[in-house]
């Protein structure tokens, strides 16, 4: 099927118009979407194929016999079916609010997100990542889109702890990184969805290299958890759906400061020494 324009808000009617040209497996993934819509958009690959009682490969299949170019595309086809382009930006926001009501919306849903993390937080995994990052030599950091910011705040703050640390955003210094990687090295990926193709192939090259992985990201079941050796999930509100991942920015932040303070409190000599030096230096280019 031809792609088009209008593809962001098609996508139910696409599958029922294709419904008969599909294969009866692929079929049974387009009732699952076309009964359950609401429920898909939160799901990962992983999850609608599991819930379609399908594979991955037959959901990947169907994207593209309805003219998406992956599973992504077809979630944002489908969230333009279900919400207006307002609601799609943030679903609880009015037209007539006023700017306190707006504010108290968006600081609301943060803060819920927030707490919903606190009440998911693995502690173990946490545990595990601080001592990954404390013990090796160098960190190289991924992600791109809106990640690509958590991830440059992650190189400015490692870097103060004396560490080798650098971000990536584009996805052929990723996976010239991970190429050049070697065990003992840490690579930290960060990714909302947790199914960014580039992100996944360099923390994949990374693996090979035997080199330890963490990621930062929303999803439960999403194929970056699935890859890595640490996953850290950051419950956002939007995590249902939202084209711009705004409160998940934030709380993906957040565990970067558990990380960094966690990282802080086990190695306070070395460290703090360290963090010293900078600001003396950094307090010299000040009027």
């Known amino acids: 099927m031809e792609r088009n324009e209008n593809i962001v808000s098609s996508c139910l009617p696409r599958i029922r118009s294709s419904f008969n040209d599909l294969t009866k497996t692929e079929q049974k993934t387009a009732t699952y979407i076309l009964e359950n819509p609401s429920e898909v958009i939160h799901m990962t690959i992983t999850e609608l194929a599991e819930a379609a009682q399908n594979a991955e490969a037959t959901v990947f299949r169907l994207c593209?016999?309805?003219?998406?170019?992956?599973?992504?595309?077809?979630?944002?086809?489908?969230?333009?079916?279900?919400?207006?382009?307002?609601?799609?930006?943030?679903?609880?926001?009015?037209?007539?609010?006023?700017?306190?009501?707006?504010?108290?919306?968006?600081?609301?849903?943060?803060?819920?997100?927030?707490?919903?993390?606190?009440?998911?937080?693995?502690?173990?995994?946490?545990?595990?990542?601080?001592?990954?990052?404390?013990?090796?030599?160098?960190?190289?950091?991924?992600?791109?889109?809106?990640?690509?910011?958590?991830?440059?705040?992650?190189?400015?703050?490692?870097?103060?702890?004396?560490?080798?640390?650098?971000?990536?955003?584009?996805p052929h210094l990723q996976i010239a990184s991970a190429t050049l990687l070697q065990p003992g090295d840490l690579v930290i990926a960060v990714s909302h969805t947790g199914a960014n193709r580039d992100v996944l192939e360099a923390v994949e090259m990374a693996k090979s290299n035997q080199v330890t992985t963490i990621a930062i990201t929303s999803y439960l079941r999403s194929p970056l958890s699935q890859a890595v050796d640490i996953a850290l999930h950051g419950m956002g509100r939007e995590v249902t759906y939202r084209s711009e991942a705004m409160a998940s920015r934030l709380i993906h932040l957040a565990i970067v400061d558990v990380l960094y303070v966690g990282s802080l409190l086990r190695q306070q000599d070395k460290i703090i020494e360290n963090m010293k030096r900078v600001r003396k230096s950094i307090a010299k280019r000040k009027i």
């Open 64 to 170: 593209k016999k309805l003219g998406f170019s992956g599973y992504q595309e077809l979630k944002i086809a489908l969230a333009g079916d279900l919400y207006t382009p307002l609601e799609s930006v943030y679903k609880e926001v009015d037209p007539t609010d006023s700017i306190r009501t707006m504010a108290s919306k968006i600081f609301l849903g943060i803060n819920e997100g927030l707490q919903d993390t606190l009440k998911i937080i693995d502690e173990d995994a946490i545990e595990r990542a601080i001592q990954a990052i404390t013990t090796t030599r160098r960190i190289d950091v991924y992600g791109s889109g809106g990640s690509a910011i958590i991830a440059s705040d992650i190189e400015h703050r490692f870097m103060r702890f004396g560490i080798s640390v650098r971000s990536y955003s584009d």
